[in-house]
T-cell receptor, first 114, second 115 residues
Framework: AQSVTQPDIHITVSEGASLELRCNYS??????LFWYVQSPGQGLQLLLK??????LVQGIKGFEAEFKRSQSSFNLRKPSVHWSDAAEYFC????????????FGAGTRLFVKA | GAVVSQHPSRVICKSGTSVKIECRSL??????MFWYRQFPKQSLMLMAT?????????EQGVEKDKFLINHASLTLSTLTVTSAHPEDSSFYIC???????????FGNGTRLTVT
């Protein structure tokens, strides 16, 4: 079965600083990888996804993520964080294991300080 | 595009009553819908997978008689929490997808409080 690990429960960065959120996955084949963002009391919004091809994927709001098969990682990055980026970020892996499922990591809460 | 509407956004009910939550894909046909439960400051826990016209597939540990899921059409799935108890209080989120390898589109969630 697939699994997702987000090692950092929360991260604090200064506005304008760069950001990297870590995500490691476990799955026997190449999975479908996603990053979602959730604002308080809201549903989730897709930031970006990786299915195949170029391992560096661009998403909305200036985010990007890089798939590294050798490290089983799919870290999310942003060169300059804005205060509005403060939210909960979830890495997710989708796989067809006798039925397609998307499993979410525990999430990383991003705090942005002025 | 790809809007998912979830209703109601908040509901308060008394212990022992049933509550129905609706999840609609407004501008696409959702072959599959998923229901998640999220506890405060925690990740989403997949409860069940709902395919149009067939019975839902429940995750281990989820009581199918308590959490009734119906996916009657390609645009509507409902979750009914039967005989609700205070421990059922939680944030329930639905998501919908066009196909198995498409991203999920989420509703805004339903905050259920059972008193």
């Amino acid at each position: 079965a697939q699994s997702v690990t987000q090692p950092d429960i929360h991260i604090t960065v200064s506005e304008g600083a760069s950001l990297e959120l870590r995500c490691n996955y476990s799955y026997g084949a190449t999975p479908y990888l996603f990053w979602y963002v959730q604002s308080p009391g809201q549903g989730l919004q897709l930031l970006l996804k990786y299915f195949s091809g170029d391992t560096l994927v661009q998403g909305i709001k200036g985010f990007e993520a890089e798939f590294k098969r050798s490290q089983s990682s799919f870290n999310l990055r942003k060169p300059s964080v804005h205060w509005s980026d403060a939210a909960e970020y979830f890495c997710a892996v989708g796989a067809d294991t006798g039925g397609f499922k998307t499993i979410f990591g525990a999430g990383t809460r991003l705090f942005v300080k002025a | 595009g790809a809007v998912v509407s979830q209703h109601p956004s908040r509901v308060i009910c008394k212990s022992g009553t049933s509550v129905k939550i609706e999840c609609r894909s407004l501008d696409f046909q959702a072959t599959t819908m998923f229901w998640y439960r999220q506890f405060p400051k925690q990740s989403l826990m997949l409860m069940a997978t709902s395919n149009e016209g067939s019975k839902a597939t429940y995750e281990q540990g989820v009581e199918k008689d308590k959490f009734l899921i119906n996916h009657a059409s390609l645009t509507l799935s409902t979750l009914t929490v039967t005989s609700a108890h205070p421990e059922d209080s939680s944030f329930y989120i639905c998501s919908a997808t066009r196909s198995y390898n498409s991203p999920l589109h989420f509703g805004n969630g339903t905050r259920l409080t059972v008193t």
